[in-house]
């Protein structure tokens, strides 16, 4: 799904030889660095830098990383990625199992304001509160993002920024796929994507690698308008790939407003009833929790079954 060797090509195609302090003129055909110049300006030999790009080489040192990562003008994230991919070599890791532990369900309850749902490295929404299921109009159990995001209609809808959502989830399948190379159902999702969305297999050919942590998200919901939301993205400390990711807005805001309204609806896009909605967001204990309802189906299903697998 990924390699050195392809991270290498690309990353020199994209840097300014005049940048780099090579003299050029209007014969030069080439993007970016030629081979022997990347070479040149690393301090390796030309023919160990060759092997490189090939697959031929073996466990390059720190040295060599971090001379090439200076040339190519890497970013931190580009230059963890390197990292990975030359270790690839030595080891392949295992896929997380994706298996969520049942305290977080009771951190989701907790999240009462703000859509908020955890996914895994393959984007898959693993668990989701009742606000994350009225945002995108949907039970989480079943959604991935990156699907929805490149090949289904509402998904394209859905999004405000939709060309900037398509560039961070390539760069974040680009970086699952260095961590997990070796993810059999990481592989298909990419393969699916790549079938069906042109843009993505243009966003893929760059192999750019992005690492989201927090920033803006912005919706265009068919039932409440405009939602500008702050999103964060929480690593879970177990190893697991999993992340917990929560959408709020700024207090006052007329995105707060339309979360308010938002969390007034029923499954249906209704209004709910003032006696159950109250005068404070609903929580996910209440009637969407109701037995019967599909968030509570969703959720039984995820503990029978074990959630994200």
Not at 105 to 131: C, K, Q, S
Request: proline share 5%.
């Amino acid at each position: 799904m990924d390699d050195l060797a392809g991270f290498l090509r690309t990353r020199r195609s994209r840097v300014d030889p005049a940048g780099a302090g090579i003299p050029i003129d209007s014969r030069r055909r080439v993007q970016g660095l030629r081979r022997e110049e990347v070479a040149h300006l690393s301090g390796v030999s030309v023919d160990y830098y060759v092997r490189l790009e090939q697959g031929r080489a073996t466990q390059p040192s720190e040295q060599v990383l971090d001379a090439l990562a200076r040339v190519l003008e890497l970013d931190d994230t580009e230059l963890c990625h390197l990292y990975r991919l030359a270790r690839q070599r030595r080891r392949k890791p295992k896929s997380p199992t994706g298996r969520l532990r049942p305290e977080l369900w009771r951190v989701l309850d907790l999240i009462t304001d703000a859509p908020a749902l955890i996914v895994d490295h393959r984007l898959d929404a693993v668990a989701g509160n009742r606000l994350a299921e009225l945002l995108y109009g949907r039970p989480m159990k079943g959604l991935n993002t990156a699907r929805h995001i490149f090949l289904e209609e509402a998904g394209r809808g859905l999004y405000a920024d939709w060309e900037q959502c398509t560039l961070d989830v390539v760069g974040h399948l680009r970086l699952a796929a260095g961590k997990y190379p070796e993810d059999p159902r990481l592989a298909s999702l990419i393969g699916e994507l790549a079938m069906g969305s042109e843009r993505f297999r243009r966003l893929w050919a760059r192999a750019d690698v992005r690492a989201r942590t927090y920033g803006r998200k912005a919706f265009r919901h068919p039932l409440v308008g405009e939602l500008e939301l702050h999103q964060e993205n929480f690593a879970l400390p177990d190893e697991s790939g999993m992340e917990l990711l929560v959408l709020s807005a700024a207090p006052g805001s007329a995105a707060a407003d339309g979360l308010r309204l938002l969390a007034g609806l029923d499954a249906d896009g209704g209004v709910r009833p003032a006696a159950d909605r109250g005068t404070s967001m609903p929580s996910i204990r209440g009637s969407a929790q109701a037995p019967g309802s599909s968030a509570t189906r969703s959720r039984a299903t995820a503990h029978q079954h074990g959630a994200g697998e």
